[in-house]
């Protein structure tokens, strides 16, 4: 026989889950401290956790030895091969035996401690309120109906037999008494009354309708304890037997019957009020439990309403929460809705853009390829300009130096004759102030001599034609002077004028490339390659186009005016056409004076001296115009027509 590891243990006695005690309600500490105190061996600590009093408790040894301390040789533990699971279904038997909620073996080695504790805290408290180790013999014997010799001590071979009954019911009392009396047949009996014993041989033996109780059994039977011994079965059958046989015999042994029957009821009764007590006594742990219980559910009730006003407010702040976080989903979606138009616009635009963008590149790269090719045929002509400017800085640098030391020699010689030349001045000076001196003192000497003219005229008109004749010598003098400087600086002279570009001609075209202030000119020929694509000049002066008529003039108006001293001076104008040799020498307007050329200058210039210098030279101006053309000369001014020639 095994005991069932079934969990619910409702309808026997055991726990049911729904109605437990949670194991934080139970005590350990007391329940060690009860423990300790019942086994003093034990020494357990008191701190001691779930699991460590289920190490102390799961061979069943403590169990049993709690059971037998309060009711020694109620469990046998001997001779068991395993005496942990052995021992447990003693202890568990022995819980039934006594009609007190137990836990099931599955529990206590599963770790499942909530039953095993309330177990042990039940089987506590049924001690304590029976008043220790000597209800549980009295709660035995009440609930099995055994002699009261059994409370006051009992064989343990007749105990052992006990702990190996039937699951048990405190509710089943009929179950379990049949249960007794089938598995402690020999236990009963030998508790039993020998009034008992009969009786029972005598149902045993007769088994037919008409049992033969005689009166002297009955009488025998009604003397000794074999009633209060016998199963409440035996008794009720006892009952309908007699009532069986009075009914058939119908003799006058019905007051003896009566008397058993009262008698059987009067043990009935007793078992009833025992049952009561028990069930009394259930009744007030379960009602002290369920004040506990109620305790503790008002104390969760209050925590749960205090939880409940916490939890109302965080859902409501959750609540709150969630329509704010709506409220900025939606916001967000709107905004996600507007960035998706905006990206897309952006998208279309940048497409645009980049669509324009690679147009723009590749014409630019287009330009940058023809640039880059016209560059490169640039970089080569300006590479090429580059070697022949250097080709004519060298031969403009041999060229200076040549110059240059031309010119030292040239400097050297003009400063040997400028110094000659300012002797020549200084005493030309010293020679116009003697002359001048001569001139005053003649003056003075005239004046004297005019105031004596009268006197002696002859005399003084010599002296002045002396001095007249002193003051030619001096201009003659000046006039040679004059003329050897004029020499000095050349009797060939060469001057060019640049003509500015006519209204409507490119400025770009220009062949000159450097003018420079000692009567350089560098001309170009684009058409030319090398050395001859560009031709140097040497010119006593270069006019650039900017150059007015009078500056021109002024260059020419010393030799001009030496004419006026006898010299032969001529001045022409070479050119291609157009070059502009009319507007030099003509200029372009005679009404304006400042527009006229060197022809009209030179006049002016003749005349204005020598009507200065008329009162004491007389100069006769003739004129000449010839044209050489095809090497013909032809005067112009010829009366005789067009078709003289001259000579
Ligand atoms: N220095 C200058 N400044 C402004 N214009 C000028 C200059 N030189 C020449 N010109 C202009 O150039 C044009 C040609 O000049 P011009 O008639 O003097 O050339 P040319 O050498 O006499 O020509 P051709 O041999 O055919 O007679 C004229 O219109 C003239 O006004």
Redesign the pocket.
């Known amino acids: 026989m095994d005991i069932s590891p079934e969990r619910s243990l409702s309808e026997n006695g055991g726990y049911d889950r729904s109605n437990e005690a949670h194991a934080d309600d139970v005590n350990i500490q007391s329940l060690v401290e009860w423990l300790n105190h019942a086994l003093p061996h034990l020494n357990m600590p008191l701190d001691a956790s779930e699991e460590e009093l289920r190490a102390y408790l799961i061979d069943g040894t403590v169990l049993c030895s709690i059971l037998n301390k309060f009711c020694p040789g109620l469990v046998e533990m001997r001779g068991s091969s395993e005496p942990g699971p052995e021992n447990i279904r003693k202890f568990l038997a022995a819980m039934d035996e006594m009609a007190l909620p137990r836990f099931v073996l599955a529990d206590i080695q599963e770790g499942y401690m909530e039953p095993v504790l309330q177990c042990l805290v039940t089987l506590k408290t049924h001690i304590e309120f029976n008043g220790g180790k000597e209800s549980i013999r009295e709660h035995l014997r009440r609930r099995w109906n055994l002699p009261k010799e059994f409370s006051e001590g009992i064989d343990n071979s007749q105990v052992d037999t006990m702990t190996y009954g039937e699951n048990s019911s405190i509710y089943g009392e009929v179950r379990q008494r049949d249960s007794f009396d089938n598995k402690y047949g020999s236990a009963s009996a030998a508790l039993a009354h020998d009034g008992l014993h009969k009786l029972s041989e005598m149902f045993q033996q007769n088994q037919g309708p008409y049992t033969d109780i005689s009166e002297s059994n009955i009488l025998e039977l009604m003397k000794s304890n074999g009633l209060d011994n016998a199963s409440t079965r035996t008794l009720f059958s006892l009952v309908n037997r007699i009532l069986e046989e009075s009914i058939e015999r119908r003799n006058g042994h019905v007051h003896h019957m009566a008397h058993i029957v009262k008698k059987v009821v009067q043990v009935i009764e007793q078992r009833v009020s025992t049952l009561a007590v028990n069930l009394k006594d259930q009744n007030n742990l379960y009602k002290v439990r369920l004040g506990k219980c109620q305790s503790r559910i008002k104390v969760l009730e209050t925590l749960a309403a205090g939880t409940t006003e916490e939890i109302q407010i965080e859902k409501t702040k959750i609540e709150e929460k969630k329509k704010l976080e709506e409220q900025e989903l939606l916001r967000t979606k709107q905004e996600k809705i507007h960035s998706d138009i905006e990206n897309s616009t952006l998208k279309h635009e940048l497409e645009t853009a980049k669509k324009t963008h690679e147009e723009h590149c590749l014409l630019l790269q287009v330009q940058a390829e023809e640039t880059e090719v016209e560059l490169e045929k640039k970089l080569k002509e300006l590479e090429c300009f580059l070697a022949e400017s250097k080709k004519r800085v060298k031969e403009l640098e041999s060229f200076s130096k040549s110059k240059s030391q031309r010119w030292k020699s040239k400097e050297g010689y003009y400063r040997s004759f400028i110094d000659y030349q300012s002797r020549a001045l200084q005493e030309l000076r010293a020679a116009a102030d003697s002359v001048k001196h001569e001139i005053l003192k003649a003056k003075r000497s005239y004046t004297e001599e005019f105031n004596f003219l009268g006197r002696i005229d002859c005399v003084k008109l010599k002296g002045l034609a002396d001095a007249a004749a002193n003051y030619h010598s001096v201009l003659a003098e000046n006039r040679r002077l004059y003329n050897e400087v004029q020499d000095l600086k050349g009797n060939i002279r060469v001057y060019c004028?640049?003509?500015?570009f006519?209204p409507g001609q490119s400025k770009k075209r220009t062949a000159v490339e450097y003018i420079g202030e000692n009567g350089e000119l560098i001309i170009s020929n684009p058409s030319k390659q090398g050395k001859d694509s560009s031709r140097l000049f040497k010119l006593n002066k270069v006019?650039g186009?900017a150059?007015t008529?009078e500056e021109v003039f002024l260059d020419t108006q010393p030799l001009i005016r030496s004419v006026l001293d006898g010299y032969n001076v001529c001045i022409f104008?070479y050119?291609?056409?157009?070059?502009?040799?009319?507007?030099?020498?003509?200029g372009?307007n005679m009404t304006s004076q400042e527009d006229w050329g060197v022809n009209y200058r030179a006049l002016h210039d003749l005349f204005q001296i020598s009507q200065n210098r008329k009162s004491s030279i007389s100069y006769e101006v003739g004129v000449q115009m010839v044209e050489i053309y095809n090497e013909q000369v032809r005067d112009l001014l010829s009366s005789d027509g067009p078709h003289r020639r001259y000579p």
């Not at 050119?575 to 003509?586: E, N």
């Open positions: 004028r640049i003509r500015p006519l006019f186009p150059a008529q104008a050119g291609q056409t157009g070059s502009g040799k009319t507007y030099t020498m003509s372009p």
